[in-house]
């Protein structure tokens, strides 16, 4: 008799709340490939539904052109929700959200033992499938970022390479998206995507998920003022990276430098070191 390995795997979809799905389940190996698909599916339905609406003044609770049924506002819900779902780690999830019908809608990622839907048995939703679906999803969403030719977003979303300095840029990015220069819609929007687009870069490089968290700053100010010379030591400060996106001990002291000549002033000279902790 031959014997017959059962491999726990993943299902996601989403159905009107208490019928069927109308579509293809898909499966997956992983709850983290499993949640990078129904990420892209919310933030595809987020999409759709804003633009059901006309143009209009969107501020209040309720919408006081469409009232509860506000498809900006829905919408809203839905990238919240796959906001939300980005910070989740399995192995299973499930929310309800509206689009308007008098239905809810049902989202949800289920484990699954059963031997004979895994991906491993379908053809169009395997591992390799599924992989390349978040591949050209990532550099989907790094062709609506990148700054530039030069930028090594630009190298990913053209080429596909991954290259130097490209998690520093995402989270350049993360930080100006969340810095006030953007609506609240574009950032409950745009944060999963960037996320998703930096959870990827990372599992492609092992190197970045090992970077150190923190870089120990230490410098001297020296200064020159009629002929006197003087040398301040700076006090011992610390850079976190994953605020600043630091990516080396040379990309934390340039980061550095930037701040302390913008404190120093003209006419200061700096010798800046930072140490990996």
């Known amino acids: 008799m031959q014997n017959h390995v059962t491999r726990q795997h993943f299902h996601a979809g989403h159905n009107d709340a208490g019928y069927l799905p109308e579509s293809d389940v898909e499966a997956f190996s992983t709850f983290e490939d499993a949640k990078s698909w129904q990420i892209q599916e919310l933030l595809w339905a987020a999409d759709n539904m804003a633009s059901w609406a006309d143009e209009h003044d969107c501020d209040d609770i309720p919408c006081p052109t469409y009232g509860d049924d506000c498809p900006e506002q829905l919408a809203s819900a839905v990238t919240l929700s796959a906001e939300d779902l980005n910070l989740e780690s399995g192995p299973e999830w499930q929310t309800y959200l509206s689009d308007g019908r008098a239905l809810l809608v049902a989202w949800w990622i289920a484990p699954c033992q059963e031997d004979d839907c895994g991906p491993e048995d379908e053809d169009d939703c395997g591992p390799?499938?599924?992989?390349?679906?978040?591949?050209q999803y990532a550099r989907d969403i790094a062709a609506n970022w990148h700054g530039g030719q030069s930028s090594p977003l630009y190298a990913f979303a053209s080429t596909g390479s991954i290259v130097a300095g490209v998690e520093a840029e995402i989270r350049?990015?993360?930080?100006?998206?969340?810095?006030?220069?953007?609506?609240?819609?574009?950032?409950?929007?745009?944060?999963?995507?960037?996320?998703?687009?930096?959870?990827?870069?990372?599992?492609?490089?092992?190197?970045?998920?090992?970077?150190?968290?923190?870089?120990?700053v230490t410098a001297t100010v020296a200064r020159t003022v009629d002929g006197w010379s003087s040398v301040t030591q700076v006090p011992t400060f610390f850079l976190d990276a994953n605020v600043q996106g630091i990516v080396?001990?040379?990309?934390?002291?340039?980061?550095?430098?930037?701040?302390?000549?913008?404190?120093?002033?003209?006419?200061?000279?700096?010798?800046?070191?930072?140490?990996?902790?």
């Open 128 to 135: 390799e499938d599924d992989e390349d679906d978040r591949y």
């Open 172 to 216: 350049d990015n993360l930080r100006l998206l969340r810095a006030g220069q953007y609506s609240a819609e574009e950032i409950n929007a745009e944060t999963p995507r960037l996320s998703a687009l930096l959870d990827y870069v990372v599992s492609q490089t092992p190197e970045l998920a090992k970077l150190p968290e923190r870089y120990a």
């Open 248 to 277: 080396s001990e040379a990309h934390a002291e340039e980061i550095a430098r930037t701040i302390l000549t913008a404190a120093a002033g003209v006419g200061a000279t700096l010798h800046v070191s930072a140490v990996a902790l």
